[in-house]
């Protein structure tokens, strides 16, 4: 949103794709009568979800095979007390050093330029943000990024 203040209090809903959507973060396995379907994660996978791991804030994520689902909140400890670092990273200043950890990581970008945001405006969008990063998995062949 223009002229918002990323660094404000609150609950962010993130989305990074990999470059052209590329299916190379992992490969989702499982969903039969004995395993619930989850990802395998590649090689670059592993690489991105110990960045994620360190992302403060980071309150829930899923790594799929070509995209990140991830929530952070910021100025928000996970038992829901506040806290405020000086100066506080807002999610623009986080996602670019993600990405950039990663790329140095990986020796080369993996991922789009871009990413989308979206404000969290209460507890039922957070809870609905919530439940769809945790049950993608399952619903990989009706994700939008499926191809």
Known sequence: MKKYDYKSYGAYYITICTEDKKHILGKIVGGDAHIAPHIELSEYGLIVEKYIK???GIDVYTIMPNHIHMIIRIGIDSDGTMWASSPTQGIPQLIKSFKTL???NCG???FQRSYYD???RDERDYVEKRNYILTNPSKW???EYYT
């Open 54 to 56: 360190n992302i403060k």
């Open 102 to 104: 990663v790329t140095k």
């Open 108 to 110: 080369k970008s993996i």
């Open 118 to 120: 979206h404000i969290i």
């Open 141 to 143: 062949a009706d994700d």
